[in-house]
């Protein structure tokens, strides 16, 4: 696939590294009043007994600008917007918490610089932002970012829907950081070994570069910003793939790491001094749905039948209900159907559309869900199924891992078919109206359906629990709080083993989740 050539846009780096996203792994954003009312309350009750002191507490609330990495789908936009009113309830509680505490002449001088008005932070949320389909990528809205908060602001925070943020604890990390140098922050990965989808980068020693996990929220400072922003202005974003942002190449400053930017989850002994926190719970939103309202269609061909079908049957076929098998020659024993398409080397568009066209015409009108997955995707249709109650079937939902190509100047971005897609029969009944369709049989599908939702004015939803790649592809860190859906190839792994370590539902109930995470290390 054409996917997995260099690089994407020139300069993330350790830098503008954004991961997209989001459906990210669930998390419960409201904070307990009393809790964060307490730690105001003793940080504010210290500060205020040092007078002399009191330019300690120098970064005013206003100056930070909270960017949410969102996305338009009905469920995402709502975690968003619950994850905003949280940051906004923190910073107004922490106003009121001052005013009780600090002399009136203070308070002009100290965190928030309220008087008798009380300012709130500012709080964006990318798909409300997004001017096309790019800014998820971050670096289109640099120059937005400069023009609007370049003189009056500190620091653009970005996070995810689901991480969630201490206010204080920020604040008191935040000033330990000149805001008037050039900071890149956030919480360090690397590879541990050179892998395809950062493109084999840093082959020698891919430890060397670190590079931020988006779940624990990431910082720029404004003088950082403004530069970007002017580099921008002379060296446009190039036509490229965009796989994974949070590594991408590029020239760029390198990744402070800030031990208080945390994935530890709230009820951890080191929540305490962390100032975000995250979560590895799958969201679940009601009853998982039914075996029955998801269709699998698994692509395969002539000489896969008898290596990788195998292991299909012996992992995941038994959690799914509905099952077909396409490939370019009709097998009773498995069995598989023929779908009249000629296999093709890469691609595989002519198949794909072949795939939705049978689901729309002749499968049960009550099956709301097709999942499209290559015959070496291993998946967990069991946690696939607890993930889709979060999302409305009559919506036109397209998700998946989601990667991009030429968003720096108008691309569109993609669900990478590898690591499966999962399709709403609305979005597929939009799709075929539109008269959409390959332009040859080997065309690469994920990218015609991007192109072709892009069209339609429907935004993929992204989802990090999908995967294009093995486990061993990924940092252990990044992979520590999550539950994964799906793993992709069979390239140097006992796929078997891959399947039950990861992703059967008897893990779940068999080990607690520390067990979990140190059979994940070993493997």
Not at 279 to 295: A, Q, T
């Amino acid at each position: 696939m054409p996917r997995e050539r260099g690089g994407g846009c020139w300069l993330l780096p350790a830098l503008l590294l954004l991961l997209p996203p989001l459906c990210a792994p669930a998390l419960a954003i409201s904070v307990a009043a009393e809790d964060a009312k307490e730690q105001i309350e003793q940080l504010v009750s210290q500060e205020s007994g040092k007078r002399g002191k009191s330019n300690q507490i120098n970064i005013e609330l206003q100056e930070i600008v909270f960017v949410i990495q969102s996305q338009s789908n009905s469920f995402h936009s709502k975690r968003a917007e619950d994850l905003e009113r949280n940051i906004l309830k923190q910073a107004e509680e922490l106003g009121k918490v001052l005013q009780r505490y600090l002399p009136v002449y203070l308070l002009g001088k100290l965190l928030l610089g309220f008087g008798d008005k009380q300012e709130l932070p500012r709080v964006l949320l990318i798909h409300q932002m997004d001017r096309h389909d790019g800014a998820w990528t971050i670096l289109p809205l640099m120059q937005d970012f400069s023009a609007s908060y370049g003189r009056n602001s500190s620091w653009i925070f970005f996070c995810e829907e689901d991480t969630r943020i201490q206010i204080v604890k920020l604040l008191e990390t935040l000033r330990r950081f000149d805001k008037s140098k050039e900071w890149f922050l956030g919480k360090a990965l690397y590879d541990e070994e050179s892998t395809i989808i950062h493109h084999y980068a840093f082959a020698e020693n891919p430890r060397v570069f670190k590079f931020p996990d988006f779940a624990a929220g990431w910082a720029l400072s404004i003088p950082l910003v403004n530069k970007l922003a002017n580099r921008l202005k002379s060296e446009p974003l190039k036509s490229d793939f965009t796989i994974d942002l949070k590594h991408e190449k590029g020239n760029g400053p390198h990744l402070t790491p800030v031990l208080e930017f945390c994935t530890d989850d709230l009820n951890s002994y080191k929540a305490v001094h962390c100032a975000t926190l995250f979560s590895n719970f799958l969201p679940v939103c009601g009853d998982p749905v039914k075996k029955e309202d998801i269709f699998v269609a698994v692509k395969t061909c002539r000489k896969f039948h008898r290596d990788r079908i195998p292991i299909v049957k012996q992992t995941w076929e038994g959690e799914a209900a509905l099952v077909e098998y396409y490939s370019d020659y009709a097998e009773t024993s498995i069995p598989t159907i023929d779908l009249g398409v000629p296999n093709t080397e890469r691609g595989h568009c002519g198949k794909t559309f072949a795939i939705l066209e049978r689901f729309l015409n002749h499968s049960s009108s009550k099956t709301p869900w097709l999942v499209i997955v290559d015959d070496d995707t291993l998946i967990s249709i069991f946690r696939l199924r607890k993930l889709l109650s979060c999302y409305d079937p009559n919506e036109p939902v397209f998700l998946g891992e989601r990667y991009g190509y030429g968003l720096g100047t108008g691309g569109y971005s993609y669900i990478t078919g590898g690591g499966g897609m999962v399709f709403s029969r609305k979005a597929i009944q939009k799709l075929l109206a539109s008269k959409c369709q390959c332009y040859s049989n080997d065309a690469p599908d994920d990218m015609v359906l991007g192109m072709c939702f892009s069209g339609l004015g429907i935004p993929i939803t992204h989802c990090p629990l999908f995967h294009q790649a093995r486990p061993m592809d990924y940092p252990k860190d990044y992979l520590a709080h999550q539950i994964p859906i799906s793993f992709h190839k069979h390239w140097n792994i006992d796929p078997v083993k891959v399947y039950f370590t990861w992703l059967a539902p008897k893990m779940e109930d068999s080990f607690t989740e520390k067990e979990q995470r140190r059979i994940r290390e070993d493997l």
